[in-house]
């Protein structure tokens, strides 16, 4: 239950950071990676996995995922111009 909560979840941040960089996307088209995909990604240079779970549960968390960065899901307008757009570019939350 938990594994497809977060499925749909991270399905949910996609497409918000999509809209946040102009694309124009439908729910069907955003691409979504299983724990093992991600897990078979980790170390590629052109990774970028980004943690948007809110502040204080991310900073409590003693599960991370290494080389995760946090951002404020809440102010994707800010952050979402800085990565590049030619990065796989993962969103992940609790």
Request: with cysteine; net charge positive; hydrophobic share 50%.
């Amino acid at each position: 239950m938990i594994y497809k909560r977060r499925k749909s979840l991270l399905t949910v941040l996609l497409l918000a950071f999509l809209s946040a960089l102009a694309v124009s996307a439908h729910a069907a088209d955003v691409p979504k990676v299983t724990i093992e995909e991600l897990k078979s990604m980790l170390g590629r240079s052109d990774l970028i996995i980004i943690d948007v779970r809110i502040e204080r549960d991310w900073k409590a968390s003693a599960l991370k995922i290494k080389g995760a960065v946090w951002e404020d899901f809440m102010d994707v307008d800010t952050w979402a111009k800085k990565y590049a757009k030619d990065k796989t570019i993962v969103l992940y939350c609790d």
